[in-house]
T-cell receptor, first 115, second 115 residues
């Protein structure tokens, strides 16, 4: 158990809908990362927050957004869902801003299925 | 540009065999970090090792060992005396200093260890 929690574990929804994925980092960790794992794209970095501020952005679609709250938990919002958004979404956390100082620990993931 | 290549998509071995998983990376930075993660059938990503670009010493942890060679831009992972529990998808990842926590993953190598 990495100490990172994600809810829900599974989510099934229809195209065009909006969903929110939630992540609670390990106790004391300030950085939160979101990754998407799909069969065609593999594991891709989406976005990083550090202590409430966005710090790095990857290939995140405009339909997707995220935030980190004062209690350090984070939410990933996916809107206008398409079939291609079906994937496993991971949250990871680390104490520091950069991997130069600390490794990332991953949560169990949320499996999103868009029908 | 950053890139990680794991040319071996699938490997199948018989228990007790040694197996090496290859990882080749591309980066223009002189300071970077390399990682290996394990994804067992249950789906979570488990951190195995982090190595910085200035430390080319090989590392051994039990049956696991890692060979980092900057001259060939490779960071290979060897499992000695493989066991059925080693069956998983293994990912190599790269992060450049100054890129925050962004991890660039390879496509993964699926290892199947048969009894």
């Amino acid at each position: 158990d990495s100490g990172v929690t994600q809810t829900p574990k599974h989510l099934i929804t229809a195209t065009g809908q909006r969903v929110t994925l939630r992540c609670s980092p390990r106790s004391g960790d300030l950085s939160v990362y979101w990754y998407q794992q799909s069969l065609d794209q593999g594991l891709q970095f989406l976005i990083q927050y550090y202590n409430g501020e966005e710090r790095a952005k990857g290939n995140i679609l405009e339909r997707f957004s995220a935030q980190q709250f004062p209690d350090l938990h984070s939410e990933l919002n996916l809107s206008s869902l398409e079939l291609g958004d079906s994937a496993l979404y991971f949250c990871a956390s680390s104490l520091e801003l950069a991997v130069t100082l600390d490794e990332q620990y991953f949560g169990p993931g949320t499996r999103l299925t868009v029908t | 540009a950053q890139k990680v290549t794991q040319a071996q998509t699938e490997i199948s071995v018989v228990e007790k065999e040694d197996v090496t998983l290859d990882c080749v990376y591309e980066t223009r930075d002189t300071t970077y970090y390399l990682f290996w993660y394990k994804q067992p059938p249950s789906g979570e990503l488990v951190f195995l090792i982090r190595r910085n670009s200035f430390d080319e010493q090989n590392e051994i942890s039990g049956r696991y060992s890692w060979n980092f060679q900057k001259s060939t831009s490779s960071f290979n992972f060897t499992i000695t005396a493989s066991q059925v529990v080693d069956s998983a998808v293994y990912f190599c990842a790269l992060s450049e200093a100054g890129q925050g926590g962004k991890l660039i993953f390879g496509q993964g190598t699926e290892l199947s260890v048969k009894p």
